[in-house]
């Protein structure tokens, strides 16, 4: 599929499936996966949707659905050693969707060779649309993004909530992020954080997100000093920031948190 084609996919599914339930959802369309992991019928039909398209244009590849993962552990194996495979999280800040927030995306991204080397985040409710291509660059709505140079006062968002609050050194004090990479990482890429840190690393979270983020000049990696790898053990952490600078000071200072 052209790199044009998924994003009409997304928006498409986004138009027939998701946004017809916002701030619609009856109390039966919302169950709990895990104590407090919510999941909707928007979440379950998208991504069924976006699966069958995406294993009919590219047999053979690996489509790994948050999902379906869920249910299918031998999914996420598969993924980790496939040559070709996509992330799709159909409705990514579930929770902010169920409390009518306008702020979820729906997020696809391809690997190749376990590089993530396309990757696409539709925000339905904000009508816009970030799209990255290995070596082509990030776009939002057409317009190219370069990440904007880092500021004197470096200000630093978390999904975790204990570590809200907290400093990192000199630096401010942790804020919460928007609670959906899918809003997360475009808003790091156009300045709105300087970094972000994340305890979870599932590979249809920050796939799409690491692509956006290195194209537009930024840094993704582990709490390790590793490159981020979607298809590799999950790591500690994640450290997303504006630039090798701001990710090597940060990682210098991650002692500071509790619990690592």
């Given at each position: 599929?052209?790199?044009?084609?998924?994003?009409?996919?997304?928006?498409?599914?986004?138009?027939?499936?998701?946004?017809?339930?916002?701030?619609?959802?009856?109390?039966?369309?919302?169950?709990?996966?895990?104590?407090?992991?919510?999941?909707?019928?928007?979440?379950?039909?998208?991504?069924?949707?976006?699966?069958?398209v995406l294993e009919r244009?590219?047999?053979?590849?690996?489509?790994?659905?948050?999902?379906?993962?869920?249910?299918?552990?031998?999914?996420?194996?598969?993924?980790?050693?496939?040559?070709?495979?996509?992330?799709?999280?159909?409705?990514?800040?579930?929770?902010?969707?169920?409390?009518?927030?306008?702020?979820?995306?729906?997020?696809?991204?391809?690997?190749?060779?376990?590089?993530?080397?396309?990757?696409?985040?539709?925000?339905?409710?904000?009508?816009?649309?970030?799209?990255?291509?290995?070596?082509?660059?990030?776009?939002?709505?057409?317009?190219?993004?370069?990440?904007?140079?880092?500021g004197e006062h470096l200000?630093?968002?978390?999904?975790?909530?204990?570590?809200?609050?907290?400093?990192?050194?000199?630096?401010?004090?942790?804020?919460?992020?928007?609670?959906?990479?899918?809003?997360?990482?475009?808003?790091?890429?156009?300045?709105?954080?300087?970094?972000?840190?994340?305890?979870?690393?599932?590979?249809?979270?920050?796939a799409p997100g690491a692509?956006?983020?290195?194209?537009?000049?930024?840094?993704?990696?582990?709490?390790?000093?590793?490159?981020?790898?979607?298809?590799?053990?999950?790591?500690?952490?994640?450290?997303?920031?504006?630039?090798?600078?701001?990710?090597?000071?940060?990682?210098?200072?991650?002692?500071?948190?509790?619990?690592?």
């Amino acid at each position: 599929m052209q790199t044009t084609d998924v994003l009409t996919l997304l928006r498409t599914v986004g138009e027939e499936v998701v946004e017809p339930r916002f701030r619609s959802l009856a109390d039966a369309e919302v169950m709990e996966k895990n104590p407090g992991d919510l999941v909707t019928v928007a979440d379950r039909e998208a991504e069924v949707r976006i699966t069958e398209v995406l294993e009919r244009e590219h047999p053979g590849a690996v489509v790994l659905g948050e999902e379906a993962a869920e249910e299918d552990d031998s999914v996420l194996e598969r993924f980790a050693t496939a040559d070709h495979a996509f992330t799709v999280d159909p409705v990514d800040g579930t929770k902010n969707f169920v409390r009518g927030s306008p702020d979820h995306a729906m997020m696809i991204a391809e690997l190749r060779d376990g590089e993530v080397v396309r990757s696409w985040i539709w925000q339905p409710q904000h009508r816009t649309a970030y799209v990255a291509e290995r070596g082509r660059g990030a776009w939002r709505n057409g317009e190219r993004l370069t990440r904007p140079p880092v500021g004197e006062h470096l200000r630093g968002v978390t999904s975790r909530r204990s570590w809200i609050g907290r400093a990192l050194g000199t630096l401010g004090a942790l804020e919460l992020t928007w609670v959906c990479c899918g809003v997360d990482y475009p808003r790091v890429v156009e300045g709105g954080a300087d970094y972000a840190l994340y305890r979870k690393t599932k590979p249809w979270d920050h796939a799409p997100g690491a692509l956006l983020l290195s194209e537009a000049g930024g840094v993704l990696g582990t709490f390790d000093g590793e490159p981020y790898r979607p298809q590799a053990p999950a790591p500690a952490g994640l450290v997303a920031a504006a630039d090798r600078a701001t990710y090597d000071l940060v990682r210098g200072l991650l002692h500071a948190l509790p619990g690592l």
